[in-house]
C-alpha cells in the first residue's frame, strides 16, 4: 500500500506543478499589491478575501481552539505585516525570495528548542549553509541596500515557522476550517492596525481599481487557499518524503519569476548566496522529511 501511495500519478504532478507555480509567483503579486496599495491595508484585503472565501467553513474544534487562534495571530495577522512591509521597502525583490527561504532552518531549530527534537550533522550543515547563504547576500552591494527587507522578511520567516510548530498539532483539522480562522483572525488583527497607520489607504478600498484587487485576490486564493490546499490534498495521498522535496522548486521559481519581472540584476555574488541558501534547504528538507516519514512508520507498526 504504502508503495502505491508514493508514486506520483499524472494528477499528482499537475497538483505539484500548480502549486509551485502559485507559491513562486506569489511574490510578485505581493509586490505589485503593496506598491498599489498600502502594506498593511493589502494585507488587510487578501485576510478578507480568504475569509469570504473559507468563512463557511469555521467551525469550533474542540480541544484546538488555542491553537487555530494563536495560528489566526501568527499566520494571519504578524507574518504579513512583517513580509509586506519588507516587499514595501525593497526594491530587489531577488534578494527578498532568498532571504525567505529562513522559514525551513527557522522552523527545524525551534523544534530543537522547543519539542527537544534530535538532529544530526547533516541538517546541522543544511541549516549553517541557509544562514551563510542569506549572509553572502549582505556583502553585494546592489542587496546590502536591502537590508531593512531583508531583516523584516528575516522576522517573517520566524513567525512562520513558529506558526510551523503550533500547525503540528491541528492535524486533522479540515484545511478550509483553518483558513476561515485565519482569515477572520488575520482581519481583526490587520482591521485596527491599518486604520491606525494607513487610514487614508483604508477609506480608499472601495474605490481600489480591479487591477490592485485582482494582485491581492491572487495571492489570497492562489498562494494562500489553493497551494496550502494543494499540500494537505498531497500529504493525504502520499508520505511527507515524497511530498517535501516536491516543494524546492518554489524559491526557485520565486528568484527567477523576481528577476524577470522586475528587471532586477541577479549580480554573481546573489547567485552564490542563492546557491548556498537553497542547497541548505534542501538538504534540511530533505533529511527532515526522510526522518519524519521514519517516525510515522514506527508508530504505524
Known sequence: MAATLSRLGPRDLMVVLVMNLLWGLNIIAVKMAVDAVEPLTAAFIRQLIVLLVCGSWIRIVPGRMPALLGLGVLTGGLFFIAINMSLAVATNVGALAIAGQLGVPFSMLLAVIV????????????????????????????????????????????????????????????????????????????????????????????????????????????????????????????????????????PVISVAAAALFFATPLTPMMILGGVVALTGVAIVTLRSARAQSGEARSSDS
Open 115 to 250: 519539542l527537544k527534537e534530535r538532529i544530526h550533522r547533516y541538517r546541522i550543515a543544511g541549516v549553517a549553509l541557509s544562514l551563510a547563504g542569506v549572509g553572502i547576500l549582505l556583502f553585494d552591494p546592489r542587496a546590502a541596500n536591502e537590508v531593512p527587507g531583508i531583516a523584516l522578511t528575516a522576522l517573517a520567516s520566524l513567525i512562520w515557522a513558529i506558526a510551523s510548530l503550533i500547525q503540528r498539532g491541528l492535524t486533522g483539522v479540515n484545511v478550509l476550517t483553518m483558513y476561515g480562522w485565519i482569515g477572520l483572525i488575520g482581519a481583526a488583527v490587520l482591521g485596527p492596525v491599518a486604520w491606525a497607520f494607513e487610514p487614508a489607504a483604508m477609506r480608499a478600498i472601495p474605490a481600489l481599481p480591479l487591477a490592485s484587487i485582482g494582485w491581492i485576490a491572487f495571492s489570497a486564493i492562489g498562494s494562500t487557499i489553493m497551494g496550502h490546499g494543494s499540500m494537505a490534498w498531497l500529504l493525504q495521498r502520499h508520505p511527507i518524503a515524497v511530498v517535501m522535496p516536491l516543494t524546492l522548486a518554489t
